[in-house]
């Protein structure tokens, strides 16, 4: 009789953690965004497009194209920060970088769908 009461009360237990740590997880999504952009360090413009690429990573996209024989290629990043989601564009000119400027910015609305989720999540479990 005691071992069918540990028995029921132990798979009560393991269901209660499982929903307690999927609803940790929850909470914790989508409060950890980056409050700068990586690329805020840059201070001059000295890298090659092959150090750059090192340094950053790989582009989102990248666009290339010939103008006088040189070859231009434009590598575009976006990052998720807390508020934004910043495109920024950097324009390579002979494999150097000649210029960065932030191409695109669009107000970040993952934060808000992650609450929401989180919220349907907790009203699901209370049913």
Not at 79 to 98: A, M, R, S, W
Request: hydrophobic share 35%; aromatic share 12%; glycine share 2%.
């Amino acid at each position: 009789m005691n071992k069918n009461f540990t028995n029921k009360y132990s798979h009560q237990l393991i269901i209660i953690l499982i929903c307690c740590l999927t609803s940790c997880k929850a909470l914790e999504y989508g409060h950890n965004y980056p409050a700068t952009s990586k690329f805020n360090d840059i201070e001059t413009l000295t890298y090659s497009k092959e150090d750059f690429i090192t340094t950053y990573g790989e582009p989102t996209c990248k666009t290339i194209e010939t103008l006088d024989n040189i070859p231009n290629e434009k590598l575009f990043y976006v990052e998720k920060l807390k508020n934004v989601v910043v495109t920024t564009q950097f324009i390579f000119i002979n494999d150097t970088i000649k210029k960065m400027e932030i191409f695109k910015i669009e107000e970040n609305i993952q934060p808000y769908m992650d609450s929401l989720r989180r919220e349907i999540r907790i009203n699901r479990l209370k049913e």
